[in-house]
């Protein structure tokens, strides 16, 4: 009995170190294909950004496309360059999250001041 149940033990040992990946086991290794990628995708995005002032858009739309195409060279480079696209949940949250909270409450201070201005012009001319 005590043979079957070592073998057992072992055998279960085997599975769960087989069913492991093998970049896990010995450390992350992620292929040269999706850095190049990543870099084609920051060239092209960068290259977006600088067709934004070569045809001269101008008001919101300029802006929101410079900060949409900012905001995906960021995302880009914190997932992959930065590992964050393959560490836990807790520790994207924790780092993700302070910034996020900022652009929230930059938002919010920016519609009170259309408010404030709207206000102000309405009362006092």
């Given amino acids: 009995m005590t043979a ?3 073998n057992t033990t072992h055998g279960h040992a085997h599975v769960a170190q087989a069913a492991q990946p093998a970049a896990h086991v010995h450390g992350q290794q992620h292929p040269i294909k999706l850095y190049l990628t990543v870099w084609v995708l920051l060239f092209v995005l960068s ?13 919101y739309l300029r ?7 900012m905001m995906l060279k960021a995302g ?6 930065m590992h964050m696209a393959w560490e836990r949940l807790a520790l994207v ?3 993700l999250a ?7 409450l930059m938002a919010m201070m920016a519609w009170e001041g259309d408010y ?6 309405f009362f006092f001319g």
Avoid at 98 to 104: E, I, K, N, Q, S
Wanted: with cysteine.
């Fill in 63 to 69: 802006w929101f496309l410079i900060i949409v195409f």
């Fill in 47 to 59: 290259a977006c950004s600088y067709l934004v002032d070569y045809f001269d858009v101008q008001g």
């Fill in 76 to 81: 880009l480079i914190v997932a992959v360059f």
């Fill in 116 to 121: 404030t201005r709207f206000l102000r012009e």
């Fill in 4 to 6: 079957t149940t070592e």
């Fill in 98 to 104: 302070p910034p996020m909270a900022v652009l929230v």
């Fill in 93 to 95: 949250v924790a780092i």
